[in-house]
């Protein structure tokens, strides 16, 4: 059980203050959420609509290559001569203190980096489609990682709204009550008490 703070003015004014601080700091707590929620829900709309595009994307570019396969055999030699695609880059952004990554890639021209003679357009064409679902999939990526972290962000602002609201203000609130409590009763008994020597005074 907390210790309770001596009832002086000093300590009443100090609980007060504080007091003053816990709310104000519950309301931008409620604030800083609300902005959160708010963002991870456009995030979660766009990644709804990715993933969609994501699916028809990834069942276009494997029929593709399936096509590629009919034509050309295995194209696991062909595709070995596609460089990796280094473009990838990962800057750190801020939402109301939260840091998240936002992931691009940097969009290279298509081109052809195994031989014409020996290739077919369903080739090409499996690769320009695989070419767009590796775009899909870092756009993906980009949101997934931003909703882990906002929703990690979220659940700890909710602790400290909880705590503030469930623990740290209700104390507040009955420390002031009882230091107010104590200084009125000893402002009544000093009230008395002059009365009682004002009446020996005057009797005298």
């Not at 055999?73 to 936002?102: I, Q």
């Not at 290279?108 to 767009?132: C, H, M």
């Amino acid at each position: 059980m907390a210790t309770k703070a001596a009832p002086t003015k000093n300590n009443l004014i100090a609980a007060k203050k504080s007091l003053s601080l816990a709310q104000m700091g519950y309301d931008l707590m409620g604030k800083k959420k609300n902005i959160l929620v708010r963002e991870i829900m456009t995030l979660l709309e766009r990644a709804e609509h990715i993933q969609n595009e994501i699916e028809l994307a990834y069942a276009d570019a494997y029929e593709k290559l399936r096509k590629a396969h009919l034509f050309m055999g295995s194209c696991l030699e062909y595709a070995r001569s596609v460089p990796v695609d280094d473009g990838l880059k990962v800057v750190m952004h801020s939402v109301m203190g939260v840091e998240h990554p936002e992931i691009t890639i940097a969009g290279r021209e298509p081109a052809i980096y195994y031989g014409l003679t020996s290739t077919s357009s369903q080739l090409d064409d499996a690769y320009l489609a695989f070419e767009n679902v590796k775009r899909l999939t870092v756009q993906l990526a980009d949101i997934e990682s931003s909703v882990i972290r906002l929703a990690d962000a979220i659940s700890k602002t909710q602790k400290r709204t909880n705590a503030l609201n469930n623990i740290m203000i209700p104390r507040l609130e009955e420390e002031i009550k009882y230091i107010t409590d104590a200084l009125d009763e000893k402002d009544r008994e000093d009230f008395s008490r002059l009365k009682v020597i004002k009446q020996v005074n005057a009797e005298e």
